[in-house]
């Protein structure tokens, strides 16, 4: 029913692509290989590009008063410049990206909870942080779908990521035809998605998008595009989802049996406490959307944002109960 945009998506080359690990060793990562086919994937491996052989002597990060140095302790080699300027060359030669899968604890991709030492020789680590490369991503591109492998074995932080990821690749298709009638569509199908991560912003996107002070169309995406950043810069929240259900729920008021009502009631209070997923509702309320021809609900994204083959409520055991 829905059209989906074919994301970018830089990816640590480890992650099932080659075997280029410092041990030379490659993990075949099931989120991975799950969005092989609906995703164009920019594999990438810092530390070979820099020069760095496979297998390879262990790098890490070292702190050296105010600032990190990557560093290789059996050799002594310092390759933080190399790293630096391989990040920067790379990713300011990238035309298009919608967001990045990186090798988490990694010290060039890693996101977050990277060691970082006191000193080149054996010790504890003396700190935390990011990987040298996954720094210059977050400078440049943090406002994009960013995550570490390991993180999105978490059922939240995997749904928040790939409706990022997905929204983000389609309003870039719509920004390249510049074409206002296509925004309008693109923020009809996406009000009750906006809704439930950012109420301000969705009516701030809607400002933008009626363009009363008549401004270029080059200008509206840019303030749209930005805008939307905003919206996404954290995941929905369980109360803004029940208020959209709500809405939802709205349109069948003269048609829903008072047991259905409470039925759809119930339910919602079993998804606030955290005994039932979002889908729950969702699937119901979208067949009352069938039954009843609501074709402006059967529009909304917020039902289905991403490729069904991509639901996957399995997760790490944390983050369940979005």
């Not at 439930?196 to 809607?206: D, E, F, I, M, R």
């Not at 995941?235 to 409470?262: A, T």
Request: aromatic residues 12%.
């Amino acid at each position: 029913m829905w059209h989906y945009a074919k994301p970018i998506v830089v990816v640590s080359e480890c992650l099932g692509f080659s075997p280029c690990r410092y041990n030379g060793d490659q993990l075949n990562d099931e989120v991975v290989h799950k969005l092989w086919p609906f995703v164009q994937f920019v594999p990438v491996c810092p530390e070979v590009r820099i020069g760095l052989g496979t297998p390879r002597e262990t790098i890490r990060l070292v702190k050296d008063g105010e600032n990190v140095r990557l560093v290789q302790p059996s050799t002594g080699m310092d390759i933080t410049e190399q790293m630096n300027e391989f990040s920067f060359l790379f990713l300011n030669q990238l035309l298009d990206v919608d967001g990045f899968i990186l090798k988490s604890r990694s010290p060039s991709c890693g996101i977050k909870d990277v060691k970082i030492y006191s000193s080149k020789q054996k010790g504890p680590a003396a700190g935390k942080g990011s990987g040298m490369f996954a720094e210059h991503v977050l400078r440049m591109f943090g406002y994009k779908a960013v995550e570490e492998e390991g993180r999105l074995t978490n059922f939240v932080i995997r749904e928040h990521f790939l409706t990022k990821l997905f929204t983000l690749a389609l309003f870039r298709e719509v920004k390249q035809t510049k074409s206002h009638h296509r925004l309008v569509e693109f923020h009809a199908e996406h009000k009750y998605l906006f809704m439930a991560y950012h109420q301000q912003k969705l009516k701030q996107l809607g400002n933008i998008v009626a363009n009363q002070a008549r401004l270029p169309i080059e200008e509206v995406f840019l303030q749209y595009e930005q805008t939307l950043y905003e919206l996404f810069a954290r995941r929905s929240r369980r109360n803004s989802n029940i208020n959209v259900c709500q809405h939802m729920i709205g349109y069948f008021k003269h048609e829903l049996s008072s047991e259905e009502k409470q039925y759809v009631h119930e339910l919602l209070e079993k998804y606030r406490v955290g005994k039932l997923p979002l889908s729950s509702i969702t699937t119901v309320i979208r067949s009352w959307a069938i039954r009843y021809q609501n074709e402006y609900l059967l529009k909304q994204r917020y039902f289905q944002p991403y490729p069904e083959p991509l639901l996957d409520v399995t997760d790490s055991g944390k983050g369940r109960d979005y």
